[in-house]
């Protein structure tokens, strides 16, 4: 039986490969096997073109799911309904407590680029709050699913199944208000994409659109109702164009036509016609003029639709019986065509405009951002330039800043990038690839292409340069290593000792020896002249080569062995050898002082080695992927890294710290280089571009150690000078540029906080002390320390709150008390001459001396307070991660930013006002636009939860301090936003 | 075009799936991914040209996975080839383990199951297609080797095409081909 498979299956082998002639005479060779033979073409002919092309895993993973499973933070309690592209489930959710609509996405609808978008646009979506509209409540990915969480609208039907029994004008009147809800979407930017009678539903007679925004992401999942008109229009159909609001009018404009019976007035048909029409330039410009049109409809006036003729006008005018209309007729006068006549809604034109300007700034913050975390530069870019001007603040220029331009880019030799090197002291780099035939040099500064090396054949080449730049080192497959003059080019040497490929070049720093590794683990020390110094072998290649700064020793990074050796190249002596990486060492660098060695690996790590005996320092981690060349900075301890992940990172050798990370590779970042100036770092891609970034215009996040257990405080003395406090009073500084953190003593204080010119404590002993920041102490009074629960700065006097609800003012004036709350008070804060208490139920009192001005209670304890200059709004951030604007002194609530999913521990009012900064212990930091009360920004740098927030007088930084746990250090980060150029 | 005339000690593999059969889903699932990632990990080597292919040893993280699940170091693997057919087997029937138990829990009592369920193409079942290839594949073993061993690679392991190629020692085109071929011959088989 297998013999005669075996033959039937060569012959399918030969006939698959064949022409129509030549598959005839294999049919004819089949004999027996003919009838099988064709059997099988025609099942190859016929085969589904996805048969078994989704991995089996995928195929198992759940899409299905049961009742009281858990899915993230929602606990599933029926199926509602199953497409193409998912299920819809019903769901509760934790946190806050509700039931939604969960849509869990099956598993390979969106590709990875889908992916992104929609993420990023899940924030989009959560901003359209419309009654006619399910609110997507946020979307995400739950272990690699998609899964959407959205308004549920039970018990309710679809628009066409509602329809059924009303008269038109009933029908207009709900295809109107769905036309609204989809235009509402369209003026802040989001398409439906799929609007269809399924996702117009109808509940207690008012139409709800669902399932917003994901169609376009599903890209080929799209249902097609078969026997029916397809709601597609032409350009989705074919792709040919992008979606826009038109699209969504046609759909609009189908569900229309299905909604009218036959006796339909020619009117509306040509409003259905116009909607429908296949140009996207012939339809409705927006859904709102198809619902007007709709609207005129019924008012009994002509529809734009029609191109209607005077007498036409006039009907209409006599239906609505207008005593004008007759009288004008009766006098014969024509009508002027196009006349519009008012409706009767008074649309404020220039209010829409604004608010339409505002939705679109906002959406391109949220598409940026979400591009952002993708590492889309392309795109971030792209919304970034499409934000209104006039609205661009903090948060635009913090993610411009993100988005960095390279001072340049520079095109290398060809896409694939095989190897590439920077020059030692000259801002010369080369490169080659394995598109192009060429080892390319250039010239960084001007630009120019100073040699072109074509390639032997189809051999790769790695390559080197001299510290000058004077000199090309090129290694082959074939084992050779060649040296040739920049710019002339004429060929130096050519050593052919090696015979197997070269897998790395590398020059010492006085020019005098280059190095080269092969792939048979043998590694070849030459001198300027090509004439072999030393050899040594390190078993199973190494990728990662390094000399030290003074050219005595070498460094070698194993591949196969993982480990990294030392030299000396006097003798030939392995001096140490160290492990510790989990996959090949890809890339060394020694630093300047001769002091440290940096291994890079495909494990994604980076390791910092002593110099001197391979003894373990640091292990930087937060690449995504493999690193593939790292690169110490010719005078600041930092270290450079390169990786598969798109980004190049530029970290604190000392500290540990990121630094930078830089954006903009579109491939594997395959070599870092920095420039003899220290001011710029060279990166290739495997993309085949060159990026010279200039570091000086640093504005992405740097992380800096906190203090232990938690940064409580917060300020900014100066722009660069940033005070850090923590409950206990316990007080550092760090400065921003410099990244260096330091200390103050721990003295063992009960509490304390910042103040205008130095801090707050409290002794054990009660002593209510003041130390400025030359360190002078202050006794400012005396308080019960085991009693103290709260502490505040007040012009120059403390005010503190304990356990018994009592209120203690300290200070020079003398010292004043009162019962101020019946509880533990948690905080206080005085603002613009006022005294503000928060007691542990949430009561929240505000003081003016010791009278009483105002009082509000909320249910959920108010934790974090802020206000603004002149003292006018107090902004109270609340344990359930909402924030309430209340006005001062009266207290009346004016507003409420809702976003975060933990309670706010710290605010701040931006200085210019504009802006509020919330840190939460959901982990993140977000920014809100005060006057419209929406979230601008979130912003995640913490682990698990943020503390304090504070800003640069100049408001072009944010500080927040936040933590990973009791036990763990805790960080401050810095966010920049700086002014444009 | 001929069956593999060295297939790896029984004992191997079965020691594997016994040790895996023993644990839960979440042990299951690391061993796929660890070896799954090693994998790729060699594929993606080999395609930049940068291993020796004489001397492939799985990572540590493989043999961890190993050593938890079976208990003791499973003998070095002698030869890549060796190495590919004992992880594609391993990949192959934890997938087959888990479609097996979604299908038993499907006909079985317990908490009210959601019935709704939604396929790719025609009316066939995930697991359902799952179980059929992978009793079907037995079948392809005995007609050509590198059929089975595209489709353990491609649909139980998951690879992309230029992985599987890389891993075989053949081309691209080659994998098409096959694939081809191993389509045909699954839908025969399968319908």
């Known amino acids: 039986m297998s013999e005669r498979d075996r033959r039937l299956d060569a012959l399918l082998a030969r006939a698959l490969d064949a022409t129509s002639e030549e598959r005839a005479v294999i049919l004819a060779e089949a004999g027996a096997?003919?009838?099988?033979?064709?059997?099988?073409?025609?099942?190859?002919?016929?085969?589904?073109?996805?048969?078994?092309?989704?991995?089996?895993?995928?195929?198992?993973?759940?899409?299905?799911?049961?009742?009281?499973?858990?899915?993230?933070?929602?606990?599933?309690?029926?199926?509602?309904?199953?497409?193409?592209?998912?299920?819809?489930?019903?769901?509760?959710?934790?946190?806050?407590?509700?039931?939604?609509?969960?849509?869990?996405?099956?598993?390979?609808?969106?590709?990875?680029?889908?992916?992104?978008?929609?993420?990023?646009?899940a924030e989009t979506l959560a901003r359209l709050e419309h009654p006619g509209i399910a609110h997507v409540y946020e979307a995400g990915l739950h272990e690699g699913q998609p899964y959407i969480a959205m308004e549920l609208v039970p018990d309710a039907a679809t628009l066409t199944e509602h329809a059924t029994g009303l008269d038109l004008p009933a029908r207009l009147t709900l295809l109107a208000e769905a036309c609204d809800a989809v235009h509402f979407g369209h003026v802040r930017g989001v398409v439906h994409g799929d609007v269809k009678p399924a996702n117009l539903l109808v509940r207690d007679g008012h139409v709800k659109v669902v399932d917003y925004g994901i169609a376009e992401a599903e890209g080929a999942a799209r249902d097609i109702v078969a026997g029916t008109p397809a709601y597609m229009s032409p350009e989705q159909r074919d792709a040919t164009q992008p979606l826009d609001a038109r699209s969504d009018v046609y759909a609009l404009g189908v569900v229309l036509g299905e909604l009218l019976g036959p006796a339909a007035p020619s009117d509306v048909r040509a409003v259905v016609a116009r909607a429908t029409a296949p140009r996207q330039r012939d339809r409705y410009a927006s859904a709102a003029a198809l619902a007007d049109d709709l609207r005129r409809f019924m008012a009994h006036e002509p529809v734009t639709a029609r191109r209607a003729g005077w007498w036409h006008h006039v009907a209409l005018f006599a239906r609505r019986r207008t005593a004008v209309a007759v009288l004008l007729a009766s006098l014969g006068l024509a009508l002027i065509a196009g006349i519009t006549v008012s409706t009767g809604l008074a649309v404020d034109a220039e209010r829409a405009r604004a608010d339409a300007e505002r939705q679109a700034y906002l959406g391109t913050i949220s598409a940026a951002a979400g591009a952002l975390r993708l590492h889309d530069v392309r795109e971030a870019r792209t919304q970034l330039a499409r934000a209104p001007k006039s609205l661009r603040g903090w948060e635009w220029r913090h993610l411009v800043a993100q988005v960095r331009d390279p001072s340049a880019v520079l095109e290398g030799s060809g896409t694939a990038l095989h190897g590439a090197a920077v020059a030692g002291s000259a801002p010369v780099t080369a490169d080659t690839s394995s598109s192009k035939r060429n080892v390319r040099v250039r010239d960084i500064d001007s630009g120019r292409v100073l040699l072109d090396v074509p390639r032997k054949g189809l051999l790769r080449y790695c390559c080197a340069l001299a510290p000058d730049g004077d000199v090309l080192y090129t290694g082959r497959d074939d084992g050779a290593v060649d040296a040739r003059r920049v710019p002339s080019g004429e060929l130096l040497w050519e050593a052919r000792r090696a015979t197997a490929r070269v897998w790395r070049l590398a020059v010492s720093r006085d020019g005098a020896r280059i190095c080269a590794t092969c792939v048979d683990g043998t590694v070849f020390v030459y001198d300027a002249d090509g004439f072999i110094q030393r050899q040594l072998r390190h078993d199973g290649g190494a990728y990662g080569l390094a000399f030290s700064s003074d050219g005595k020793r070498l460094f070698t990074g194993g591949s196969t062995e993982r480990d990294v050796r030392a030299w000396d190249l006097a003798t030939g002596a392995q001096l140490w050898r160290a492990t510790g990486h989990d996959d090949n060492v890809e890339a060394l660098s020694v630093s300047s002082d001769d002091a440290l060695v940096a291994s890079g690996s495909m494990d994604g790590t980076i390791r910092v080695w002593g110099a001197n005996d391979g003894a373990r320092q640091l292990v930087l981690r937060g690449h995504a992927r493999g690193v593939k060349d790292v690169a110490f900075h010719p005078t600041k301890p930092w270290l450079a890294s390169g990786s598969v992940d798109t980004t190049v990172r530029v970290w604190d050798a000392h500290g540990g710290s990121l630094v930078l990370r830089l954006l903009g590779h579109?491939?594997?970042?395959?070599?870092?280089?920095?420039?003899?100036?220290?001011?710029?770092?060279?990166?290739?891609?495997?993309?085949?571009?060159?990026?010279?970034?200039?570091?000086?215009?640093?504005?992405?996040?740097?992380?800096?150690?906190?203090?232990?257990?938690?940064?409580?405080?917060?300020?900014?003395?100066?722009?660069?000078?940033?005070?850090?406090?923590?409950?206990?009073?316990?007080?550092?500084?760090?400065?921003?540029?410099?990244?260096?953190?330091?200390?103050?003593?721990?003295?063992?204080?009960?509490?304390?906080?910042?103040?205008?010119?130095?801090?707050?404590?409290?002794?054990?002993?009660?002593?209510?002390?003041h130390v400025s920041e030359d360190g002078t102490v202050r006794v400012l009074g005396t308080v019960d320390a085991?009693?103290?629960?709260?502490?505040?700065?007040?012009?120059?006097?403390?005010?503190?709150?304990?356990?018994?609800?009592?209120?203690?003012?300290?200070?020079?004036?003398?010292?004043?008390?009162?019962?101020?709350?019946?509880?533990?008070?948690?905080?206080?804060?005085?603002?613009?001459?006022?005294?503000?208490?928060?007691?542990?139920?949430?009561?929240?009192?505000?003081?003016?001396?010791?009278?009483?001005?105002?009082?509000?209670?909320?249910?959920?304890?108010?934790?974090?307070?802020?206000?603004?200059?002149?003292?006018?709004?107090?902004?109270?951030?609340?344990?359930?991660?909402?924030?309430?604007?209340?006005?001062?002194?009266?207290?009346?609530?004016?507003?409420?930013?809702?976003?975060?999913?933990?309670?706010?521990?710290?605010?701040a009012l931006s200085p210019d006002g504009s802006r509020l900064a919330s840190a939460s212990q959901d982990g993140t930091v977000r920014l809100w636009h005060v006057a419209w009360g929406v979230s601008l920004l979130t912003l995640q740098g913490h682990s698990i939860y943020a503390t304090s927030v504070a800003w640069s007088p100049d408001g072009t930084r944010l500080a927040s301090g936040g933590g990973a746990g009791l036990a763990s250090a805790c960080t401050v980060r810095i966010w920049e936003a700086p002014a444009a150029r | 075009m001929t069956p593999d005339p060295n297939p790896p000690p029984a004992g191997h593999v079965t020691q594997l799936l016994q040790g895996v059969q023993q644990e839960e889903d979440g042990a299951r699932d690391a061993l796929f991914e660890a070896v799954y990632a090693e994998l790729r990990a060699m594929a993606g080597a080999r395609m930049r040209g940068e291993r020796p292919s004489h001397t492939l040893q799985p990572t540590a993280l493989v043999h961890e996975a190993f050593v938890k699940l079976v208990g003791r170091d499973p003998a070095g693997f002698d030869g890549r080839r060796h190495f590919l057919h004992a992880a594609a087997r391993a990949m192959r029937q934890i997938l087959v383990d888990h479609a097996r138990a979604r299908a038993a829990q499907k006909r079985g009592g317990g908490a009210q199951r959601v019935t709704l369920e939604e396929t790719s193409h025609g009316t066939i079942d995930p697991g359902e297609e799952v179980l059929q290839v992978h009793e079907a594949i037995a079948k392809l073993e005995s007609i050509d080797v590198q059929l089975a061993r595209v489709v353990e690679l491609r649909y139980f392991a998951g690879l992309k095409v230029e992985e599987t190629a890389s891993l075989m020692d053949v081309t691209e085109r080659t994998v098409y081909r096959l694939w081809e071929r191993a389509r045909i011959w699954l839908l025969r088989e399968m319908t």
């Open chain 1, 666 to 769: 579109e491939w594997q970042v395959r070599s870092v280089g920095w420039l003899a100036d220290g001011r710029r770092l060279v990166s290739h891609g495997r993309e085949g571009r060159i990026h010279v970034w200039d570091v000086e215009r640093r504005a992405v996040t740097p992380e800096l150690p906190g203090l232990e257990p938690q940064v409580a405080h917060l300020r900014f003395r100066t722009n660069h000078d940033l005070a850090l406090a923590s409950h206990g009073g316990r007080v550092a500084h760090a400065d921003v540029t410099s990244l260096r953190v330091i200390a103050g003593p721990d003295t063992g204080a009960e509490i304390g906080c910042l103040a205008e010119r130095g801090h707050l404590r409290v002794a054990r002993s009660g002593a209510v002390e």
């Open chain 1, 786 to 907: 085991a009693r103290v629960r709260a502490i505040a700065p007040l012009d120059g006097s403390a005010v503190l709150g304990d356990h018994d609800g009592r209120v203690r003012v300290v200070g020079a004036a003398g010292a004043l008390t009162w019962q101020a709350h019946e509880e533990p008070i948690v905080r206080v804060a005085s603002h613009g001459g006022l005294l503000v208490t928060t007691a542990r139920s949430g009561a929240v009192r505000i003081w003016r001396g010791k009278a009483r001005v105002a009082e509000f209670l909320s249910t959920r304890r108010g934790t974090a307070l802020a206000s603004d200059e002149d003292g006018r709004r107090l902004f109270v951030g609340r344990s359930d991660g909402s924030i309430e604007v209340r006005s001062l002194p009266g207290g009346q609530r004016l507003a409420r930013f809702t976003g975060h999913t933990g309670p706010i521990d710290g605010l």
């Open chain 1, 33 to 121: 096997l003919r009838g099988e033979l064709e059997e099988m073409l025609g099942l190859h002919a016929g085969a589904p073109r996805d048969f078994l092309e989704t991995p089996a895993r995928e195929r198992l993973r759940r899409t299905t799911r049961d009742v009281g499973e858990r899915v993230g933070r929602f606990t599933i309690r029926g199926a509602l309904a199953a497409g193409g592209s998912g299920t819809v489930y019903e769901a509760e959710q934790d946190l806050p407590r509700r039931v939604v609509a969960l849509k869990l996405m099956r598993a390979g609808v969106l590709s990875d680029r889908a992916q992104a978008r929609f993420l990023g646009e």
